[in-house]
């Protein structure tokens, strides 16, 4: 399969910018006064030990759910304002994988292309087999390994065309030959001037990729 064009040009952005954000859990200070930016062509890896509040950053970054304190900026405008245009550019895979487990593979990426924006024009086959889950595509699911309901997860990346890319330990489950190509996918993303922000204990390795690391502080 050839370089897949993983982004839209009309969507380009420069930065994701957070400022002073704040995260207060169960009385509980996450994270206080961080403040960071990933622009275009970069890779943020955050890590850290359980508990230091890295998903709950990650959640705070798409929208989900709001900072104590502090405010996230997409090309200079808070993600509060647009945050319609915002989710038009972004792909989150957290922990959870997302999938329907009674759904193939095929049938979960057609959903996922459904309800997404700016779509490649990478077949769902296609997108597939670069996973590395040729001859998998027509069982249901839930008979997959783990590890194989991941790979149908970061099938996502594939099919839909955003610039940034948030994902909760994406490398969880997958085998030596699988994490290569996930490397090579982001790698490929920022070449193309995307961002990636990403929880992970394994070093990643781009050929291209400006990778920079944030470690989570210890509340």
Excluded at 9 to 31: H, M, S, W, Y
Aim: aromatic share 6%; glycine share 8%.
């Amino acid at each position: 399969m050839s370089e897949p064009q993983l982004i839209a040009p009309e969507i380009l952005a420069t930065r994701l910018k957070i400022v002073g954000l704040q995260c207060i859990r169960d009385d509980r200070i996450l994270f206080d006064q961080l403040n960071f930016s990933v622009s275009k062509g970069q890779l943020l890896q955050i890590e850290g030990a359980n508990g230091t509040g890295k998903t709950s950053l990650l959640r705070i970054l798409c929208g989900l759910t709001l900072p104590t304190e502090g405010a996230v900026f997409w090309d200079d405008c808070d993600i509060e304002s647009i945050k319609a245009q915002y989710w038009e550019n972004l792909i989150y895979i957290g922990h959870s994988n997302g999938i329907k487990g009674d759904l193939t593979p095929l049938e979960n990426l057609a959903m996922a292309r459904a309800l997404g924006s700016h779509p490649t024009e990478i077949s769902l086959e296609d997108a597939l087999e670069y996973v590395g889950l040729r001859g998998f595509e027509d069982g249901a699911t839930r008979t997959l390994s783990a590890g194989q309901q991941r790979r149908v997860a970061l099938a996502r990346l594939l099919i839909t065309k955003a610039q940034l890319w948030i994902l909760d330990e994406p490398f969880t489950a997958l085998d030596k030959k699988a994490i290569v190509h996930i490397e090579d996918l982001l790698d490929t993303h920022a070449h193309q001037g995307g961002m990636a922000v990403l929880t992970s204990h394994h070093t990643v390795n781009c050929r291209h990729a400006r990778i920079h690391q944030l470690r989570a502080p210890r509340p």
